[in-house]
């Protein structure tokens, strides 16, 4: 039982420091733990896979670096970039660039964790000690370096498969060069001619440097989402005009593209005719559109109404950027577009959603009733719509 915790407590230790820096936005326990326990469920076909897999290479040097690099780094480092991108990467939580990374080392640290527990029963418990304090550490960069950009990935649509490219592959080079050097002190040719101390000391630098590259990226991220969630970082609300139109796109084709409540195909298809131009917001404003831009430290979501006919008033767009939701952004933006409604003497705000689309609840929960539902066809799809309605008079 000792042995046990004692193997354990490495993994463990980690998740709990990273846990405890995310403070300014902390992840709900329930996915932090499920994403650790996917990652000891990843050892077992990373056992399988990497042992048949080297049973294929030669048993000489070529050999020692194709395991190295094709069979235990790619392998290891790509079942956990399974898990980030197809379960963390999609959960409403991953709310800001930091997310990545602690939901990487979540996954990783679990990996590491049963695997520091199995190896002491397959090659002796001489091990655990140099484990402890080299390999799951090792881990834990290599995730924070995966991480780091599928956090810049989640919030930069236009680049996501780059970025997650590259955090993968460069996860997998620093895991690579650091069981190649190890890998290397076993290989009897090696052992004659070269130093078995120089060869650690090269798994010991590939270590060191992947340590301090991820705790460059780990620092980075965090002042990042200080700077968005932490105390003081004022929100303003304002109204914006032909100045804004540069921030507005952005925003608009970064919100639209990652728009919940659509599968991929009607991402496709929606907002294929709907991701705003700087021209078509031009062309709005022209048109009476009126538009307020919520800024913290940079702009961060927009609200556009106009009027229609019998004093009524239509919100066409109320949106904030994923990494600044269920702070605050969205109440306070519709509570400006009341406002400036009702000093126009309105006496009804209506707005249109797909059925399925979570803001529909938003609005609900701010006094909102479902007026109408309907039917679009938009290309081959037929989408669900509701219409909502929020009385001014009552107010």
Known sequence: MLLLALA?????????????????????????AASF????????????????????LPHDIAGVLLQSFLVIAVV?????????????????????????????VMVSMGFATL???????????????????TSVPAHACFAAIMGYYAGLA??????????????????ALFHGFYDG???????????????????????????????RLSRRLFR?????????FGVGSGLEVTGANYQDLEPLQELAAEIMTAAEGFSDKENEQFLSGNRDSIETIRQQMAAGHHFLLARQSRPIGFASFGPEEENEWRLHYLFVSPAFRKQGAGKKLLEAVIKEVQERKGNKL????????????FFTRKNFRIMDQYEVQVGDLTLEQVCLAYSLTAT
């Open 220 to 228: 980075q991220h965090r002042d990042l989402s200080k700077s968005y």
């Open 181 to 211: 050097f190890l890998l290397l002190t076993e290989d009897q040719w090696i052992k004659k001619n070269v130093s078995e101390a120089l060869l650690l000391t090269g798994a010991v630098y590939s270590l060191f440097v992947a340590l």
């Open 154 to 171: 989640r919030f930069n649509p236009q680049k996501r498969n780059s970025l997650l490219r590259t955090g993968f592959l460069k996860a």
């Open 350 to 361: 209506l707005t249109d959603l797909q059925r399925r689309n979570p803001a529909v609840g």
């Open 8 to 32: 354990a407590a490495p993994g463990l230790a980690i998740c709990l420091y990273v846990f405890s820096r995310d403070i300014h936005n902390p992840e709900p326990k329930r996915y932090l």
């Open 76 to 104: 290891e480092e790509g079942l956990k970039f399974l898990v980030l991108r197809y379960y963390c990467y999609r959960l409403s939580t991953f709310d800001e660039p930091l997310d990545g990374i602690i939901y990487s």
């Open 37 to 56: 326990v996917l990652g000891m469920l990843l050892t077992v076909p990373a056992y399988f896979l990497e042992t048949r897999l080297t049973a294929l």
């Open 115 to 133: 695997e520091n527990i199995a190896y002491p029963w397959m090659h002796g418990y001489s091990v655990l000690i140099s484990r402890t304090f």
